[in-house]
T-cell receptor
Framework: AQTVTQSQPEMSVQEAETVTLSCTYD???????LFWYKQPPSRQMILVIRQEAYKQQNATENRFSVNFQKAAKSFSLKISDSQLGDTAMYFC???????????FGTGTSLTVIP | SAVISQKPSRDICQRGTSLTIQCQVD?????MFWYRQQPGQSLTLIAT?????????ESGFVIDKFPISRPNLTFSTLTVSNMSPEDSSIYLCSVHGPSYEQYFGPGTRLTVT
């Protein structure tokens, strides 16, 4: 079974600073996908960034980047130049290459402080 | 990305009644997914709905409690039956995107009194 662990229930960061959210996962699969989702208080789940396990290069989307360490089964999210709109719950998710089911972590509540 | 709408956005229901949640997608999709997010918790997959076949339920979820319909490639409904306060949650539907990501609807916040 796949498990996704987010060990930081809550985090805060000053506006314009950088913050890193951690995520580890457990799987015996070699091919899979990893995702970070953002859920603001309005509750709409929004895809932040995606990483394919077969790609060594870390994914980047504007101020968001990941540090993907396949051997360590680690997938952290770095948010640079934090903005007030980044305040949200962040979920790490895993999906096998051969399946459809997403496995979500328990989430990290991020607060950006003005 | 797919645009997904859900109705109702929220509801307050009495114990023992049923509520049907609708999910509409702006494009044809093979699979639709229904999740439950209990207060302060992560998302748990309830079932996968394929058009033309019965839904596939995850462990802990049964068809009698959460019947699902999938009449066409853009629409699905989830019914929460014989509700109890423990069913108070946000219910979300989602679909796959072209690169294996999932797109989510805005959710239905259900409160059972």
């Amino acid at each position: 079974a796949q498990t996704v662990t987010q060990s930081q229930p809550e985090m805060s960061v000053q506006e314009a600073e950088t913050v890193t959210l951690s995520c580890t996962y457990d799987t015996s699969e070699n091919n899979y996908y990893l995702f970070w989702y953002k859920q603001p208080p309005s509750r709409q789940m929004i895809l932040v960034i995606r990483q394919e396990a077969y790609k060594q290069q870390n994914a980047t989307e504007n101020r968001f980047s990941v540090n993907f360490q396949k051997a360590a089964k680690s997938f952290s999210l770095k948010i640079s130049d934090s903005q007030l709109g980044d305040t949200a719950m962040y979920f790490c998710a895993f999906m096998k290459n051969t399946g459809n089911q997403f496995y979500f972590g328990t989430g990290t509540s991020l607060t950006v402080i003005p | 990305s797919a645009v997904i709408s859900q109705k109702p956005s929220r509801d307050i229901c009495q114990r023992g009644t049923s509520l049907t949640i609708q999910c509409q997608v702006d494009s044809q999709v093979t699979m639709m997914f229904w999740y439950r997010q209990q207060p302060g918790q992560s998302l748990t997959l309830i079932a996968t709905a394929n058009q033309g076949s019965e839904a596939t339920y995850e462990s802990g979820f049964v068809i009698d409690k959460f019947p699902i319909s999938r009449p066409n490639l853009t629409f699905s409904t989830l019914t929460v039956s014989n509700m109890s306060p423990e069913d108070s949650s946000i219910y979300l539907c989602s679909v796959h995107g072209p690169s294996y990501e999932q797109y989510f609807g805005p959710g239905t916040r259900l409160t059972v009194t």
